[in-house]
């Protein structure tokens, strides 16, 4: 156990749709990443947020957006959904910004566009 | 630009052989490289990292890795392959901000 909880595990809606994933990173960290893994495009970085803040973006459409709370909890937004954003989405959390920390990952949550 | 390419989407070894998973680099600062492992339905779990302190860097359940700049190669080797090894490796870069970019992953299997 990592000690990244991500919610929900599983989410089934249609396409067109908008949902949200939460991530809730480990106690102590500032830092959360989001990450999106799928057949064809493997794992990509979506986005960093730090302490409240946008650090960095990846490859990360303009409909999805995220953000980060004073609680440090995390919240990725998906809207217009296609079926290509099924995949699996998992947040990471590290102590602070710097690659000199680890990262840790939550078990994912798995969305599935119908 | 950070990159890793891992050569092999899917390696097949017997129980107990040497396991040797390849990971190429590229870098435009000094890299930090790790290897994760992930089982079915499950998360990404650490393994291993090399943060520019020794070359040869020993992980968790035996698996090691060395660093080996002149060949821009991080490759992952377990001398004796169990059952339970049996999993997705992924090979990853991270860039100045701490963005991990993960290679395509290479499938391990084992054979009894």
């Known amino acids: 156990d990592s000690g990244v909880t991500q919610t929900p595990k599983h989410l089934i809606t249609a396409t067109g749709q908008r949902v949200t994933l939460r991530c809730s990173p480990r106690s102590g960290d500032l830092s959360v990443y989001w990450y999106q893994q799928s057949l064809d495009q493997g794992l990509q970085f979506l986005i960093q947020y730090y302490n409240g803040e946008e650090r960095a973006k990846g490859n990360i459409l303009e409909r999805f957006s995220a953000q980060q709370f004073p609680d440090l909890h995390s919240e990725l937004n998906l809207s217009s959904l296609e079926l290509g954003d099924s995949a699996l989405y998992f947040c990471?959390?590290?102590?602070?910004?710097?690659?000199?920390?680890?990262?840790?990952f939550g078990p994912g949550t798995r969305l599935t566009v119908t | 630009a950070q990159s890793v390419t891992q050569l092999g989407s899917h390696v097949s070894v017997s129980e107990g052989a040497l396991v040797l998973l390849r990971c190429n680099y590229s870098?435009?600062?000094?890299?930090?490289l790790f290897w994760y492992v992930q089982y079915p339905n499950q998360g990404l779990q650490l393994l291993l990292k090399y943060t520019s302190a020794a070359t040869l860097v020993k992980g968790i359940n035996g698996f090691e890795a060395e660093f080996k700049k002149s060949e821009t190669s991080f490759h992952l080797t377990k001398p004796s392959a169990h059952m339970s090894d049996a999993a997705e490796y992924f090979c990853?870069?991270?860039?100045?901000?701490?963005?991990?970019?993960f290679g395509t992953g290479t499938s391990l299997t084992v054979i009894p």
């Open positions: 990853a870069v991270t860039s100045v901000g701490n963005q991990f970019y």
């Open positions: 870098s435009s600062v000094p890299p930090y």
């Open positions: 990471a959390s590290s102590v602070a910004s710097d690659r000199l920390y680890e990262q840790y």
